[in-house]
């Protein structure tokens, strides 16, 4: 976690600090400390004031000393800094200047969220402890922090939205890196450019544009890429040549990845792509921080749907959309591994589910069903397990919708092809007796079709074989009578069920 107000109030330099206003922005994160002293208001100084760039995310220390008694010029600074993304202000030396702390200015800061922090009323107080201290505070946090990459976003969130640019969110970057940042396109064009220490931005360019970077600086470029935005290279640079550790430049490209996706023209569909992808790459911190940005219960999700679209992904993504607009405004669907993968929620109920899974049907299509799934490792365990032998599934059991168990036998029997001959030969030792009568093949046929195909009905497997429903039943009497069992019930059933399957993925395997 990042320093916080709560946290900096907790700091000795603020003993006896109080939060008069503002309650609501306690946990916001603060990444600087600034003073600003605003004279008295006049043309020249609201220009100046104006010209002035805010950073975001910083606590600014003041004691309104030439507006100590113009309410309405301190309601108007306040308003400023928090338009500006501003955390709070340390109001020192009040009763010295600032006679008391207005209501209507606390009413102020408590409707923009934003702290106002009122020091102890001591002559003795230094700005220069604050800032030490606060500075301090903040460097230990990030150095020890594990991701900054919620907290930034979150902060963007709570930005005007005017403000929700790249260039803030590279800012922020470049406060916590202690690194300049310059983003730019193919052509090696600037788009963005933030330095550090401020102010350099012209130097800098020349030197990016011409590739003259200092021998001694340490410089980084990655890639920044995604569905739906265009590959950006991300140029990080320290002229001191100490190097930016792995798992900050990692969060750095993932936060401006996630900040591209999330506010970009089409951020719905770009935040469910990135969705699914955290999801089945089992990435629940990414998946928290997307979905608590759009109210996503992924905790709900407990069901997966995976197609395999015969033809034009794309529009077949857009046709399972449409038919799921009835039950759901926002479907958490995407493309992932040429697959079309869905999540429901069973809360929906089975009638809805079932209703859902049928709108979808498509006879073109692969589709594989997923049920109580606990987490996200669930998740991608299953996905992993029907990937590899989705098409042999449905060839298997010549249908094109199916659960995830059928996908989980079909791969056991490829495990079972993987050991060897003596272990195939195990699985099939029960059909043995039939392969030595004279009438093998179409005992056989029957047999795997009765199990496999017609769930144990004689009607449903002479229709599947163009043959009259008396010639099953016979076959079916007679192979009961050549295995001496009820091969229509347990265990003699389970271990058909296996050894037919294993016949048959053998048979498909053999043709391909």
């Not at 990030?142 to 990459?149: I, N, Y």
């Amino acid at each position: 976690m990042s320093l916080t107000v709560r946290k900096i109030l907790d700091l000795p330099s603020l003993r006896g600090a109080k939060l008069v206003a503002g309650k609501s922005a306690l946990e916001r994160t603060v990444s600087s400390v600034s003073v600003l002293e605003y004279s008295t208001p006049n043309e020249t100084q609201h220009k100046l004031f104006d010209a002035i760039n805010f950073e975001g995310s910083e606590l600014v220390i003041t004691a309104f000393a030439n507006i100590c008694r113009d309410t309405e010029a301190q309601k108007a600074v306040i308003r400023r800094l928090a338009e500006a993304g501003e955390a709070g202000i340390l109001l020192y030396y009040v009763e010295t200047f600032v006679p008391f702390v207005a209501e209507d200015v606390k009413a102020c800061a408590d409707s923009l969220n934003f702290a106002l922090i009122e020091m102890p009323h001591s002559n003795s107080l230094r700005y220069s402890d604050a800032i030490s201290e606060i500075s301090e505070a903040i460097f230990r946090e990030e150095r020890e922090e594990t991701s900054f990459v919620a907290e930034i976003l979150e902060d963007v969130s709570l930005l005007p939205t005017e403000l929700r640019s790249v260039s803030t969110v590279l800012r922020m970057l470049r406060d916590r890196l202690r690194a300049s940042l310059i983003l730019s396109d193919a052509d090696k064009g600037i788009i963005n450019i933030s330095t550090f220490p401020h102010g350099r931005e012209e130097e800098l360019k020349e030197r990016f544009e011409s590739s003259s970077m200092d021998k001694d600086w340490y410089v980084c470029r990655t890639y920044i890429s995604g569905r739906g935005i265009r590959t950006l290279t991300l140029t990080m640079i320290r002229e001191n040549g100490s190097p930016l550790l792995s798992h900050q430049i990692a969060m750095t490209v993932e936060t401006l990845h996630l900040f591209l996706v999330i506010w970009s023209p089409n951020h719905g569909e770009a935040v469910i792509a990135e969705l699914v992808r955290a999801i089945l790459q089992d990435e629940s911190l990414k998946m928290r921080r997307l979905a608590a940005l759009f109210g996503i219960d992924v905790k709900s999700l407990d069901t997966m749907i995976v197609i395999k679209p015969g033809s034009c992904a794309d529009k077949m993504l857009e046709s399972v959309k449409e038919k799921l607009s009835p039950f759901i405004c926002r479907p958490v669907a995407d493309l992932y591994q040429d697959c079309i993968v869905l999540f429901l929620a069973s809360s929906m109920g089975e009638e809805i589910l079932e209703t859902v899974c049928t709108a979808l049907t498509d006879k073109d299509c692969l589709m594989i069903r997923a049920f109580n799934l606990r987490d996200t490792g669930d998740v991608r365990k299953a996905f992993l397990e029907i990937q590899p032998s989705l098409e042999l599934a449905c060839r298997a059991y010549r249908k094109n919708v199916l659960n995830l168990v059928d996908v989980q036998l079909v791969n056991y029997f490829l495990s079972v092809l993987a050991k060897g001959e003596e272990e195939i030969a195990r699985v099939l030792y029960p059909l043995r007796v039939l392969e030595e009568t004279e009438d093998a093949g179409p005992l056989m046929d029957t047999l795997e079709i009765f199990i496999l195909d017609a769930d144990l009905s004689t009607l449903s497997t002479s229709r599947q074989m163009n043959v009259h429903n008396n010639t099953v039943k016979y076959r079916i009497r007679r192979i009961s009578s050549l295995m001496h069992a009820d091969i229509t019930a347990a265990p003699q059933s389970v271990m058909l069920y296996r050894a037919l399957m294993m016949r048959r993925i053998l048979r498909l395997q053999a043709s391909g």
